[in-house]
């Protein structure tokens, strides 16, 4: 971690930032639960366990003031009909946004407030995505030939709450129909007042 | 302002953001003061009021956990020696960051601490700049020929201190010598122990 200003370059081919402090890599089985189809994750997690997506980070101070950042990359692939997508999570600290610009490829944000509010917002090159407080979040890749890249940044003292999500999954799934992505409802998703 | 997620476009050729709350514009006369050659200022000021930069903001809170963003604009030119360039400033909240994404031009951001510690770290595009809690910074576009166009990032309750700059600028100039750009002392920066 460096004390004074830096700077660094995120280009293309592959857009990894010239200089990161950690590089997190999350395999098939690490989202274990979290697709609809369970046999066919089983399936191919018996042939293989797959990198999903990457994450680079560079390291700050996590209290706020600062700002966390870094390059996320998912991998085009599917699990039944649901695309590759990252685990997605709330904050800890739940009131605190975070800012996304697309880099390359094509996807889906899938968001929603503990309240079961939701929101689905397009990724594409060019475009910033504003996540406002107390919505979490999950990345989709809907583009079966090209990894979706993006630039984020959040509150330093945000933290990661990985656990609700995990449980029930989110109220919408991102999924192919007909050769294109499609919202959908998931089905193993319940009200808030319903848990 | 959105309750909700929300998505905008920053593309080519002008990068405009396809929505935004303000459009701030700082022209030649709100820079009083702030260039070492007067009589140049003066001169210039005396033939028209030049557009120098523009800023287009999203509006949001402006609290802790929320991320305030949008692109400044800093045109080609010169006064005297010195390049087009931005005010400047501190955060009023001294310990809040500030990240920048350099999407056309090349420049320069200028920075300093209350404690008299500079920095300059070039801008292209493709690259982040991180500038740390407690640095004031001053974005410098050092083309001639084009903008300098970034999009920022701080903390919602970050706000803005433009006095201290505004009394004797920041202790480094980028002024063109032979043809380029060069980092100089500014012979009017007082060290922090003499003011």
Redesign the interface.
Known sequence: M???????????PNYI?SQYDNHITRHLSNMAGQYLDQDDFENQLAEGDNLLYEVYE?K?PEV????L?GISIVHPGKVGQEYYMTKGHYHT?L?????Y?TLQGQGY?V?ETPEG?W?V???SP????????R?AHRSVNIDPTQDLVM?F????DAGHNYASIETQGFRKLVVEVDGSAAVVDNPRWAPPESR
Do not use: C
């Open positions: 460096k004390d004074g200003p830096y700077s660094f370059e995120i280009k293309k930032p560079l700050r706020a003031g600062e700002i950042h600290v009131a605190t946004a975070e800012i610009y944000m968001m509010d929101s917002e397009s990724l060019g475009s910033v995505l504003y996540v406002p407080p919505w630039f940044a959040y509150p330093g």
